[in-house]
């Protein structure tokens, strides 16, 4: 367990820093910049994983304070490996459909200012030092549910696969809006 820990904390160092190096002191212009109305900037990105990692936090909490109660639904045999699969493809970062997500993970704006890369800094070791108390649990026989919707369950540590791939997901998808920014200069 203590190996997957740190594993996970490692991932979770790996990118944040791949976050700061790429666009750390770029402009708030550049940040927000979109290649289509319809497209979000790279602050929106940012934006999107702090507000998706801290509709975790509560559920970490439950967990850790061993009072975390699983939906009904997580007793029909397979459906949180089925679920948590399902949700790990849709935002494992091989996979370059577009896929429309919940409001509540919706970007909370559109013109963000270069503050974001901390507040993201504080949120990734928010996050750290959540994953870093789970060591004495057992992550993989802990089902939970989305923050989104309680019939959506999967482990724990399917919960922490899918939260970093999600964020090297977006960090692809910001390093192409940044990337395309470059290119219409």
């Keep these: 367990m203590k190996n997957l820990i740190n594993d996970y904390l490692q991932q979770i160092d790996a990118q944040t820093q791949a976050y700061l190096n790429l666009f750390n002191g770029l402009t708030t212009e550049t940040l927000n910049w979109k290649p289509h109305a319809d497209k979000w900037s790279i602050a929106q990105c ?13 559920v970490f ?6 009072n975390y109660k699983s939906h009904w639904i997580a007793k029909i045999p397979g459906m949180t490996k089925w679920m948590g699969n399902m949700i790990f493809n849709s935002v494992d970062p091989k996979n370059v459909k577009k896929v429309k997500t919940f409001a509540v993970f919706e970007p909370t704006q559109s013109n963000i200012d270069e503050k974001i890369l901390q507040e993201f800094e504080e949120n990734q070791d928010t996050l750290k030092t959540f994953i ?3 060591e004495g ?5 802990i089902v939970v549910s989305s923050p989104v919707n309680p019939y959506i369950v999967y482990t724990l540590e399917k919960a922490l696969e899918i939260i970093i791939a999600h964020e ?3 960090f692809n998808q910001a390093k192409g809006v ?3 920014h470059s290119k219409n200069q």
């Design 132 to 134: 870093d108390n789970m």
């Design 137 to 141: 649990l057992e992550i993989s026989k």
């Design 46 to 58: 940012i934006d999107h994983i702090i507000t998706t990692n801290e509709q975790y936090f509560a």
């Design 178 to 180: 940044l990337e395309d």
């Design 61 to 66: 909490e439950n967990c850790m304070a061993q």
């Design 168 to 170: 090297q997901r977006h």
